[in-house]
């Protein structure tokens, strides 16, 4: 997996897994550790729910224990993230929503 | 001795201190970030490039002032509708502002349209031909057939619509019920009101609130006067479709249309030249298209006429309209309704100025008369008073006064019977027996000229004739042809000289064997000698011919007399004034005029002169009597000139010897005769009698020769006033609408070519740049350069780009040093450090401003210093032979190098080498390479002001953390418990098969140090290394559970963050007495 934050759109910031090693991804920065579960869109099927719907998502958690992901990232709502598979294709693409700080940087990205 | 644990954490690290040199950073793409910041100009600036530096670094470029030595372009500014873009904008022209305005966005094909009936008619071909495309509709398959309804009481414009129903049975037409689906049955009858044919209605009613109501549909579109008949409608409309433009023209001819939907359907489904823009419904609610009538006219046609007035004025009837009628107004207004006004006016005749605002004045017309234009026709209709049958007023005999008579004269007896007439007004009447005056002495016979109006305040002419435009122009047209035919029956004899006739255009030159001859009956001027002067063929030779010596017109005395009676004829008739009568006797004139000019044509002069003498005089003459009749003038009356003249026919002069002189209040009236019928009649301006329509009466004598001059008969007229119809000022209306076929317009050709105005601040107009979007070209004009790309919306004119040529100086600076020497911004990439490159993209104007300053920072992830830390930022040189040199601020002792987070390949070659003086090194010492972390002791304690780790055959090598110093150790050893862990993901749900993801590994242990076995001093040591772990982020640090065992190191962090050192002595010995301290640590081995 491989995680492109466009903070600055012609410079994207790429982050793989730590496994990776540097050779294989010199421009990456080696700490995306989890990529969570893809979230399509998903309507309720309650009368309580009515009304209300979730678009895809998906969470990603970077390393940040020498806070080092937050220094790079800072705050980058809105700022458009792109994941890719193992496989090279797009795996999702939306907008950061939420950010969580802490040993980890958890990004919520939303389409 | 010690104990045989190591801790090497990072407070002891001289690494961390160190001046780092690294042989090689990896340079990383897409490093550099720009932190915003506030600017006045618009530009942008873009740094690109792998950055290569050592460490993260911070550039500031700042606009130092504005140039002009490098021209750059501005990004164009674009206002409009358009999608189009600039390109390839460049420009070698002095600085300046540009304007690029479209002036011409070419255009693309219009269909012609026409709204009819609220529907768009478009022609299915796009382009100006189909504004030839126009649309005729023919009424003339309507039939119009009058019901047995009629308006009881008058209705108002607007009457009928859906908001305002008429009610009350008097509007019930046999009128349709509309059903309960809304819908306007289809046997509704169509109907118009009698005098407005050109607006068709449909009607049906609803019972609503315990009434019908009555709708029209659309509502009435005029007022209309009670007694109006209704008018039931049945047949359809042709509807022509005509494109003349066309080779062959094409004509859709679309038949049987009645409403809206039949033309719109028909249109839709047969036309080749048209089609419907909008909606089709078959549709018989009141508002659809299926009940509503077509009412697209094309045809000239007359509206509704109306008067003004007396309540007898109501409109004309009987109109007729040309096809090359006028859009005018036509109104005719009374000006007279008695024979005071006018002798021909009576009740029921009244007169009438017709006028057209077109045509202007038509003339004089009477009531009841059909006027026949040459655009339109009409009647005034005769409106009589009420009466009960018999004749109103009293008219009788007053009273015989005989003059004296001779002795044995006798009186005779004389009966009296009379009739009021219309104009018949109170008064006496006194009839004087008159001796008719000598033939000779009778003054009617005396030419009166046509006295001029001009002088009594009048607007007549100066013309001494005084005929009519008609007349005058037939008088033309009879001379002309007289004289015409006189120059081609002139001889000219040799030798005897030119004619003085007219003598300013013949030369004196009288005695020569030949002449110039020029004048009447010669086309041309002529040459004429004696030779072909006899003989020739084209002169006239009968015998009759008066040889005067000079040319002369020999016209026999017939033909002459035959012009005189054309002449006179011609007069009476034009005496009748403007009207029928006169239209008609002018028509017969015309047919005989045209009759003798055929009979005496000159196409064959030869027997012209034959003709001439041999004129059919009594056919010519009997087709003028037929004239005079047919103007309703006796041609007996006419036939001589001595008789006095009728011009309506009711008085006649009978030649009897004698007359009664009748002389009313009013002065006189015509004579009567004995035992002759007599009609009231007087003359007009052109003393022709007419009759006054006053009354009429016979004075029946038997013995007439009993009569002496001076008898006078008194006859009396009493309570005679009639009611008036129409009265003087009464103004009849009748607006007409030219014939107009209904054309399409609006169709544009395409034509794609664009025109731009091009406009610079400094320079001035440039060339006007034409773009072809077909075919797109790159304009050159003046040192500038640029090309439009179309977008997917086409410009439209008002578009504009601005744009600006422009320069300026920049300066930059890293890491907040020094800046650089100001410099012309170069267009294009321009590297600068690191293997960067920046690039200065102009904005909209103001595109650089003095002073505004862009922040970039470039990120090296791979940074050396990485190494001084235990986190997963590394240090990676990027190549398989590499080394770190780090120098110390002073000589150093060590006895320990450590390496974690790394991922140098086994085989790798890893040294350290070191130095107490600069370049000079005193040691080296071979590390030992193992999978995980690393920590070698030295073989024998070192000293170093310097030090350098050396890797070789370490492809792809990276490092986490370098660790170099003096391992920390206790005095007494310490309880050290290894485990390892693993980390793995199992999912809740289980499932066949209870296995998990691994995510990492590692290696932990628990090192207590129990019974007091903790100096003070290692407690000192190690609180120091707690302080700085915990202080720097939980830092992890390498363990060494036996120095002898170094390949058992683990990288961890240490898990208690509440660390108990418990002293046997509960810290209650004096400070002589040494403390025995307790302690316990928990290591989480970093997971790898």
Redesign the interface.
């Known amino acids: 997996m491989e995680l492109r934050l466009y903070i600055d759109p012609d410079a994207p910031l790429v982050f793989v897994a730590p496994t990776v090693l540097p050779a294989d991804a010199p421009d990456a920065y080696p700490w995306l550790t989890d990529v969570g579960d893809l979230v399509l869109q998903a309507r309720t099927g309650t009368v309580r729910g009515a009304f209300s719907d979730q678009s895809a998502n998906v969470t990603v958690t970077l390393d940040n224990s020498g806070r080092q992901a937050s220094t790079l990232i800072g705050q980058p709502l809105r700022v458009r993230a792109e994941i890719e598979d193992d496989d090279g294709h797009l795996y999702f693409a939306g907008m950061v929503q939420t950010i969580d700080y802490g040993t980890v940087v958890a990004l919520d990205i939303g389409a | 001795m010690s104990a045989p644990q190591r801790f090497l954490a990072n407070d002891r690290n001289l690494i961390r201190t160190a001046t780092l040199t690294p042989s090689a950073v990896?340079?990383?793409?897409?490093?550099?970030?720009?932190t915003p910041l506030a600017r006045a100009g618009s530009a942008q600036l873009?740094l690109?490039g792998?950055y290569s530096g050592i460490e993260d670094a911070t550039y500031d470029f700042q606009i130092e002032d504005l140039a002009s030595g490098t021209k750059l372009i501005s990004q164009p500014v674009y206002t409009g509708v358009g999608s189009e873009t600039l390109a390839n904008v460049a420009s070698t022209t002095a600085a300046q502002d540009f304007t690029l305005e479209c002036h011409s966005a070419g255009q693309p094909a219009v269909a012609a349209a026409v709204e009819i009936e609220g529907v768009s008619i478009v022609a299915r071909a796009g382009g100006v031909a189909g504004n030839g495309i126009h649309v005729n509709v023919d009424v003339s398959g309507l039939v119009f057939t009058a019901s047995n309804f009629s308006l009881i009481e008058a209705v108002t414009k607007g009457a009928g619509a859906d908001a305002s129903p008429l009610i009350g049975p008097q509007y019930d037409w046999d009128t349709a019920a509309m059903g309960a689906d809304g819908l306007i049955p289809s046997t509704a009858h169509r109907f118009a009101f009698e005098g407005d044919e050109s607006n068709v209605y449909v009607g049906y009613k609803k019972f609503v609130d315990n009434a019908w109501q009555y709708f029209t549909v659309p509502g009435l579109l005029n007022d209309y006067a009670a007694g109006t008949r209704v008018l039931f409608v049945s047949g359809s409309y042709t509807v022509s479709i005509i494109d003349d433009g066309g080779s062959p023209p094409v004509t859709d001819t679309l038949t049987g249309v009645v409403t809206v939907y039949d033309f719109l359907n028909a249109v839709k489904t047969t036309s080749t030249l048209c089609d419907v823009d909008g909606v089709i419904a078959n549709d018989r609610s009141p508002t659809g298209q299926a009940a509503r009538e077509f009412a697209l006219r094309t045809e000239a046609r007359a509206l509704l006429s109306t008067g003004e007035g007396s309540k007898a004025a109501t409109g004309f009837i009987d109109i007729t309209v040309e096809p090359d009628a006028n859009t005018e107004l036509v109104t005719a207004e009374c000006i007279a309704i008695d024979f005071k006004l006018d002798p021909q006016a009576f009740v029921g005749h009244e007169a009438w100025t017709l006028k057209g605002s077109v045509s202007g004045v038509l003339g004089t017309i009477y009531t009841d008369e059909p006027f026949a234009g040459a655009t339109f026709g009409l009647t005034i209709p005769q409106k009589l008073p009420p009466t009960t049958g018999n004749s109103a007023g009293r008219f009788s005999l007053s009273g015989v006064q005989y003059a004296s008579r001779d002795a044995g004269g006798s009186e005779v007896e004389i009966c009296f019977a009379g009739k009021l007439g219309p104009n018949a007004v109170d008064q006496t009447l006194t009839l004087v027996y008159t001796a008719r005056p000598p033939e000779g002495c009778n003054c009617e016979s005396m030419p009166v000229p046509q006295l001029n109006t001009r002088c009594l305040g009048g607007a007549g002419s100066d013309t001494a004739m005084g005929y009519s435009a008609g007349a005058q122009t037939r008088i033309d047209d009879l001379y002309d042809w007289v004289s015409s035919l006189a120059g081609k029956v002139t001889r000219y004899v040799a030798g005897k000289g030119i004619p003085p006739y007219p003598a300013t255009t013949f030369p004196p030159d009288s005695e020569t064997a030949s002449a110039t001859v020029s004048g009447d009956g010669f086309s041309s001027t002529k040459t004429f000698s004696s030779s072909t002067l006899t003989g020739g063929t084209d002169l006239l030779t009968v015998a009759d011919i008066v040889d005067t010596g000079y040319a002369d017109a020999a016209l026999p005395a017939g033909f002459t007399a035959l012009v005189d009676q054309f002449d006179s004829t011609l007069q009476l008739i034009d005496a009748l004034g403007t009207g029928a009568p006169q239209t008609a006797g002018f028509t017969a004139w015309d047919d005989a005029l045209t009759a003798i000019q055929g009979d005496l044509n000159d196409s064959e002069l030869s027997t012209l002169g034959h003709r001439l003498a041999s004129v059919a005089s009594l056919k010519y003459q009997l087709m003028l009597r037929r004239s005079l009749a047919a103007a309703g003038i006796s041609p007996l009356g006419k036939s001589s000139a001595s008789t006095q003249t009728s011009g309506d026919g009711c008085w006649q002069d009978y030649g009897d010897a004698f007359y009664w002189k009748v002389t009313g209040t009013d002065g006189e009236y015509a004579p009567a005769f004995t035992n002759h019928a007599y009609w009231s009649s007087r003359k007009n301006d052109a003393g022709v009698y007419f009759s006054t329509k006053e009354f009429a009466f016979i004075l029946n004598v038997k013995c007439p020769q009993n009569l002496v001059v001076g008898d006078t008969v008194t006859l009396t007229i009493g309570n005679a006033a009639a009611l008036g119809t129409y009265q003087v000022g009464d103004i009849l209306k009748l607006p007409l609408i030219a014939a107009a076929d209904q054309f399409l317009a609006g169709g544009i050709d395409a034509n794609a070519i664009q025109k731009w105005y091009v406009t610079g601040s400094v320079d001035g107009a440039f060339a006007v740049y034409t773009f072809d979007p077909g075919s797109p070209s790159t304009y050159f004009n003046g040192g500038l350069t640029l090309k439009l790309v179309m977008g997917g919306i086409d410009p439209a004119a008002g578009d504009t780009f601005l744009f600006s040529v422009i320069g300026a100086r920049y300066k930059w600076r890293k890491n907040g040093g020094a800046y650089s020497a100001a410099a012309e911004i170069p267009s294009g990439a321009t590297a600068f450090d690191s293997g960067l490159s920046f690039t200065f993209i102009p904005g909209a104007e103001p595109s650089f401003v003095a002073g505004d300053t862009w922040t970039f920072r470039a990120?090296q992830?791979?940074a050396v210093s990485n190494l001084a830390?235990p986190?997963?930022?590394?240090w990676?040189p990027?190549v398989a032979t590499s080394n770190v040199y780090a120098e110390f601020a002073s000589v150093q002792t060590l006895d320990a190098v450590g390496i974690a987070l790394h991922?140098i390949p086994e085989g790798a070659s890893i040294t350290l080498t070191g130095g107490n003086v600069l370049a000079v090194q005193d040691w080296s010492e071979t590390i030992v390479w193992q999978a995980g972390a690393i920590v070698q002791f030295l073989s024998q304690l070192r000293t170093a002001l310097w030090v350098q780790l050396n890797l070789a055959t370490a492809?792809?090598s990276?490092i986490g953390w370098l660790w170099v110093g003096q391992a920390a150790t206790t005095a007494l050893s310490a309880d050290v418990t290894l485990k390892r862990n693993y980390s793995v993901v199992r999912g809740q749900a289980g499932g066949l098969y209870q296995g998990g993801a691994f995510l990492g590994k590692s290696v932990s242990a628990t090192v207590s140090w129990q019974e007091g076995s903790l100096t003070e001093a290692d407690a000192a040591m190690l609180s120091g290394s707690l302080d700085y772990v915990k202080s720097n982020?939980?830092e992890p640090i390498l363990f060494v559970p036996q120095f002898t065992r170094p390949a058992d190191v683990l990288l961890a962090q240490i898990v208690e963050d509440e660390i108990p050192l418990p002293d046997v002595f509960d810290y209650n010995p004096n400070v002589d007495r040494p403390r025995a301290l307790s302690a316990s640590l928990t290591l989480q081995g970093v997971w790898t």
Do not use: C, H, P, Y
């Open positions: 990896q340079a990383v793409a897409n490093a550099v970030i720009e873009k690109t792998s990120l992830k791979w830390k986190d997963r930022k590394r990676f990027g991922t492809d792809a990276s982020n939980d």
